[in-house]
């Protein structure tokens, strides 16, 4: 079963604009990790937020965890096409021993 | 560092045969899991392995095991292929699984026909 709810499924943008995707989940985390997905390949690991942190920071990318509202965003800046793919977000809960419960993803798209 | 490594790229196998799976993960790293994703049902934890223990397994049948070596790489197996095992079957590592990154390999594409 998928823990984490995506929004939005889709998302289209032109490049230099900002891209914003969020996560909802519904069982208490250590830490929230979001994941890029290009054409079935992959996942490539973007980000790693601690339940005790609230916010980070990795080049363009600006991740928020909200444990109150068990929700999390992901913040895109001034996007390239080489962005276009599908981000996930995925939740680690205590004793889950490296499980790692997935969304169902956004897909999003740059266009140049 | 190598990340990690999957092998063979791409499957294509039969209705009723087996296939196994190998997962090199990053140098140091114990934890191996393994998940698969489909179109419907998206991402799904498969199983978990931490110094070649099983520590955690999840909803799918006995058709599918895996098992993990002394040097952490690990292999999968699916017995009695069905249609519906057709997949894209991921492997991440994880040098502390409960709170560290996991990287993901690149996956192998089995199709069953």
């Known amino acids: 079963s998928q823990q984490g709810e995506e929004d939005p499924q889709a998302l289209s943008i032109q490049e230099g604009e900002n891209a914003t995707m969020n996560c909802s989940y519904k069982?208490?985390?250590?830490?929230l990790q979001w994941y890029r997905q290009n054409s079935g390949r992959g996942l490539v690991h973007l980000i790693l937020?601690?339940?005790?942190?609230r916010e980070k920071h990795s080049g363009r990318l600006r991740v928020t965890l909200d444990t109150s509202k068990k929700s999390s965003s992901l913040l895109i800046t001034a996007s390239r096409a080489a962005d276009t793919a599908s981000y996930f977000c995925?939740?680690?809960?205590?004793?889950?021993?490296?499980?790692?419960?997935f969304g169902q993803g956004t897909i999003l798209t740059v266009h140049p | 560092k190598a990340g990690v490594t999957q092998t063979p790229r791409y499957l294509i196998k039969t209705r009723g045969q087996q296939v196994t799976l190998s997962c090199s993960p990053i140098?140091?790293?114990?934890?191996v899991s393994w998940y698969q994703q489909t179109p419907g049902q998206g991402l799904q934890f498969l199983f978990e392995?931490?110094?070649?223990?099983?520590?955690n397994k999840g909803n799918f049948p006995g058709r599918f095991s895996g098992r993990q070596f002394s040097n952490s790489r690990s292999e999968m197996n699916v017995s009695t292929l069905e249609l519906g095992d057709s997949a894209l079957y991921l492997c991440?590592?994880?040098?502390?699984?409960?709170?560290?990154?996991?990287?993901f390999g690149q996956g192998t594409r089995l199709t069953v026909v």
């Open positions: 991440a590592s994880s040098w502390d699984p409960g709170g560290t990154e996991a990287f």
């Open positions: 069982t208490s985390i250590n830490n």
């Open positions: 937020i601690r339940s005790n942190e």
């Open positions: 995925a939740t680690g809960s205590g004793g889950s021993y490296g499980k790692l419960t």
């Open positions: 140098s140091g790293h114990r934890s």
């Open positions: 392995y931490f110094s070649e223990t099983q520590r």
